[in-house]
Nanobody, 128 residues
C-alpha cells in the first residue's frame, strides 16, 4: 500500500510563501506520476500541479508562475513551493500518487480520478 503524507501547511499573509512536502511510504515504486490538489470549503477538488518522475510538469493556470512542483526521488518526496500567495489559495492541499513506469498521459494529468493513492491533506490559510 502506497501512503502519501503531507506536511508544511500553515497560515501566511497575502504575498507570502509556503513550501509543502509529501513523503511517500509503504510499498513504494521506483517511478510515479505525483500531483498536488486542493479543496476549499464549498468547492470541488481541483488539480494544482502534477509531475512525472522524469521531471515533466503541468500547472493549473491559476498557479502557473507562482507555484513550483519538484521532487527528490531518492527521498520519495514531492514538494510544492508556493509563492505570492493570495486568499484564493486558501484550501486543504492534498498529495496524490499514481505508480507508473511509463507515461500514460502527456502532459501529466490533473484529474483527481486518475490517482489511486491520497494523503490526508495539509491546511493552507492565506489572510489578506
Amino acid at each position: 500500500q502506497v501512503q502519501p503524507v503531507e506536511s508544511g501547511g500553515g497560515s501566511v499573509q497575502a504575498g507570502g510563501s509556503l513550501r509543502l512536502s509529501c513523503v511517500v511510504s509503504g510499498n513504494t515504486y521506483s517511478r510515479y506520476c505525483m500531483a498536488w490538489f486542493r479543496q476549499a470549503p464549498g468547492k470541488e477538488r481541483e488539480g494544482v500541479a502534477s509531475m512525472y518522475s522524469d521531471g515533466d510538469t503541468t500547472y493549473a493556470s491559476s498557479v502557473k508562475g507562482r507555484f513550483i512542483i519538484s521532487q527528490d526521488n531518492a527521498k520519495n518526496t514531492l514538494y510544492l513551493q508556493m509563492n505570492s500567495l493570495n486568499p484564493d489559495d486558501t484550501a486543504m492541499y492534498f498529495c496524490a500518487a499514481y505508480p507508473t513506469s511509463w507515461k500514460p498521459w502527456t502532459p501529466p494529468p490533473l484529474a483527481s480520478a486518475l490517482f489511486p493513492y491520497w494523503g490526508q491533506g495539509t491546511q493552507v490559510t492565506v489572510s489578506s
